[in-house]
């Protein structure tokens, strides 16, 4: 998991937006209309972004598609230490 985690943060673009989201999301669960307006991105960015994060095992949904809410997977709280470390960096 934790070459995984370095992969989505660091080793491509978008990491500091990917930084953000999972931040924002380790808060307090939401949708991707409630991330776009709080961290202020396009709709479609805010997509993108938790495709990749979802694909990469870092977050997972719950219910329907248009109103599914995102939250960090099992795997990743379970190597938060490591996310925190990554994230510090990039941000």
């Not at 934790?2 to 943060?9: I, N, S």
């Not at 409630?34 to 095992?57: F, K, P, S, W």
């Not at 960090?72 to 230490?81: F, K, L």
């Amino acid at each position: 998991m934790e070459a995984v985690l370095w992969y989505v943060f660091i080793g491509t673009r978008g990491g500091e937006n990917r930084a953000r989201l999972l931040r924002a999301l380790a808060n307090r669960p939401r949708n991707p209309n409630q991330l776009a307006d709080d961290l202020d991105l396009d709709y479609t960015t805010i997509r993108h972004h938790l495709d990749v994060l979802v694909e990469n095992d870092v977050l997972r949904n719950s219910g329907d598609e248009y109103g599914a809410i995102y939250l960090p997977t099992d795997r990743a709280r379970a190597n938060w230490e490591t996310v925190e470390r990554i994230i510090e960096q990039v941000e």
